[in-house]
């Protein structure tokens, strides 16, 4: 039983850690800051807004002790959200079990081996997904291969990396490419392990066996607790007939939840209560595909940060669950449900039809680097939000049953989020400078540091384990971001199709309320005597790009020429292209909390550079206080997730547009 915690800093997420422990948690799910999670430290001008904000920030060896200070780590399970460093957080967490030990007077080694839990590890979703990638799809796959080599040899119980299907339903994937895409991920994983021949052939069930996942389960819980026997049988198939593992152990399908919160709504948010129960219930009723591990997310999770008490309800529904029903007193309630069954073979027959396109295409890494995945999801999540706003898809208190009692739970929006401190970052960014100048003031420690970081290249270049060079350069007190560096000069860095110009829009010309908007377009665009163009911008090192990708979309529907270069992009690179493609519209995307930072540092950039008169919108989650802050600051319009309607947005892009250029508003025709 897990909550997915961590922010601020390490002192301040340790005491939440042990405060969740003491109310009957059992095991640590961490959250690490955006900067860590693609390999910066605090005072890179990249990590500018993001320190302590979705997560803790660990810079270094001390960070990682005062994060697990007074937590035994080898009698813990501890899961660790980290992809692109996971080898470096793993290698931290690693030597800080080894301290631990020394400090009681029991053997490190030993400790070491008896380390349990995850690191995330699974590229491929970032590529498609979350967007906290730094490497080109080759080299991480290599970095995850000398981590399921290493873990496998000498940290036994170590799930080195969890396929996350979770961020694929929330990009969009149907039940079938949620299913597809993550096996096809397992696939590249195991195959590079196989071929990589750190592992004897006579051990790769002990890989197998070491492989977890990490799944969504959505509202529609009779689906999804289908989609779980699917992904059960097929794991199965897999394991036996591609790996030739016959221990049926080794072959189990071992996956944890985290349920949905794409479906989490800021309208009504209290509705999400009965939401998370309902996901929960799907990926528990069946005992033959029962999840290892559950998180749940908080109900006001699409409001922002998740208070202690927030994360301790969720906790709560868990063990009411566990404790109080009678559910895991029986055997597995769905055994010869001819509806079942027939469900579960469709699934099966769909997942197998995709895998063996992306097979086809060469595997995973090819179909990442085509943007075939990428262009699929954003697919059919432009289709699912077509389906909402047409009622198709009943989101109760969004697009039915709105009217609604004054909430109780959300009378003060400002007390119903945690806030982070706003010196945290400076904080960090000072603590990170004293670490790197005490350590480099003394000789021996400089040639230390220098040491590691000169062996972490040569390795990199060699082809040899990085292992053993990274849990040097942590006991040498190397940052996180002189780790990532190193690398990043020997791998390159790489930029992800955002899988927009492939995807499918409206193709047959969208409803009533698009071709009305639509045509307010073109007529602003006659009065103009140009093309309206709208830049969507995703600044800082947020890599949840659905929303920005369906504005882009439904933006190209509706007529706007879309001006969209991806994710993780500078306030400077954002006015650049605002000046240099003679935008009419900058529509900034930031989900990470990081909007009071980064988007004041947009607008007096584009005053500076002679365009102050484009007008700025913002979409994530931010709080009424903010938004308020925002348009004092002369932000046109701020959008939140209770702004489902997209034809709604356009028009308002449009009579914004209009307003700025000192056209006459319109009034939308009645359709």
Not at 409 to 416: C, H, I, N, R, S
């Amino acid at each position: 039983m897990r909550t997915y915690a961590g922010h601020s800093s390490a002192a301040a997420s340790n005491a939440l850690y042990r405060r969740n422990l003491d109310k009957g948690q059992t095991g640590l799910s961490v959250a690490f800051d955006l900067p860590t999670q693609t390999g910066y430290d605090p005072d890179h001008p990249l990590a500018r807004g993001e320190v302590g904000k979705v997560g803790v920030p660990i810079s270094h060896i001390g960070d990682m002790r005062a994060l697990f200070d007074q937590i035994p780590l080898d009698r813990m399970n501890t899961s660790m959200t980290i992809n692109a460093t996971a080898m470096w957080l793993l290698a931290m967490y690693q030597v800080v079990a080894e301290e631990q030990a020394l400090a009681e007077g029991r053997d490190p080694v030993e400790a070491v081996r008896a380390l349990a839990g995850t690191t995330q590890n699974d590229i491929i979703k970032e590529y498609l997904s979350r967007g906290t990638y730094v490497f080109g799809p080759q080299p991480s796959l290599r970095l995850i291969t000398d981590m399921v080599a290493y873990t496998v040899a000498d940290i036994p119980k170590w799930n080195p990396i969890n396929i996350c299907s979770y961020h694929l339903q929330e990009a969009g994937a149907t039940p079938v490419q949620e299913i597809a895409y993550a096996m096809c991920t397992a696939i590249a994983v195991l195959d590079a392990v196989r071929d990589s021949g750190q592992v004897p052939p006579e051990r790769f069930g002990e890989v197998v066996a070491r492989i977890s996942f990490f799944v969504n389960a959505g509202v529609r819980f009779v689906e999804e607790m289908c989609k779980m026997r699917a992904f059960v049988q097929l794991w199965d198939d897999l394991t036996r007939e591609r790996y030739g593992v016959q221990d049926a152990k080794q072959r189990r399908f071992r996956y944890g939840v985290q349920v949905n919160s794409l479906g989490l709504t800021e309208a009504q948010p209290e509705n999400n209560v009965q939401r998370i129960v309902l996901e929960m219930l799907a990926v528990t009723l069946s005992k033959d595909a029962r999840a290892r591990a559950v998180q749940l997310p908080a109900w006001n999770e699409a409001l922002g940060l998740p208070r202690p008490w927030d994360q301790q309800w969720s906790l709560r529904m868990q063990q009411v669950l566990a404790f109080e029903s009678d559910l895991l007193e029986y055997d597995d309630l769905f055994a010869g449900s001819t509806v079942v069954e027939a469900k579960v073979a469709s699934l099966v027959e769909g997942a197998r039809a995709e895998i063996a396109r992306v097979q086809d295409l060469g595997g995973a890494v090819p179909a990442v680097e085509s943007g075939y995945m990428k262009s699929a999801l954003v697919a059919s999540h432009s289709l699912r939000r077509q389906r909402i706003e047409t009622g198709e898809d009943v989101v109760v208190g969004v697009n039915r049953f709105e009217t609604t009692e004054p909430n109780p739970l959300t009378a003060d929006l400002d007390a119903a989020i945690q806030t982070v401190d706003r010196d945290v970052e400076a904080k960090a960014v000072a603590a990170v400078r004293a670490w790197r100048e005490e350590r480099d003031a003394d000789v021996v420690g400089r040639d230390r540091a220098a040491a590691a970081v000169t062996a972490l290249r040569a390795d990199a270049r060699a082809g040899v384990n990085l292992m053993a060079a990274s849990l040097e350069a942590a006991r040498a007190g190397v940052t996180t971001g002189e780790w990532a560096q190193a690398l990043r000069e020997e791998f390159g860095e790489f930029r992800a199709p955002t899988g927009v110009s492939g995807s499918v829009g409206v193709s047959d010309g969208g409803t009533d309320e698009l071709r009305a908007v639509r045509d307010r377009v073109r007529r602003t665009a006659d009065a103009l005597g140009e093309r309206l163009r709208v830049l969507v911008a995703k600044p800082g090192l947020d890599g949840h790009s659905n929303g920005a990708e369906q504005i882009a979309v439904r933006a190209r529907d509706a007529g706007f020429e879309v001006v969209y270069q991806g994710i993780r992009l500078t306030p400077e690179q954002i006015v650049a292209a605002a000046v240099a493609e003679d935008v009419h519209l900058v529509g900034i995307s930031i989900l990470s909390g990081s909007h009071m930072e980064l988007v004041p540092h947009i607008i007096d950039g584009l005053r500076a550079a002679g365009a102050g008169d484009v007008p700025v919108v913002v979409g994530g989650i931010i709080p009424e206080s903010d938004a308020r802050a925002l348009q004092a600051l002369g932000v046109a319009a701020v959008f939140t997730p209770k702004d489902f309607g997209l034809n709604d947005i356009m028009g308002e892009f449009v009579e914004i547009v209009r307003r700025s250029r000192g056209l006459d508003a319109e009034v939308a025709a009645p359709v």
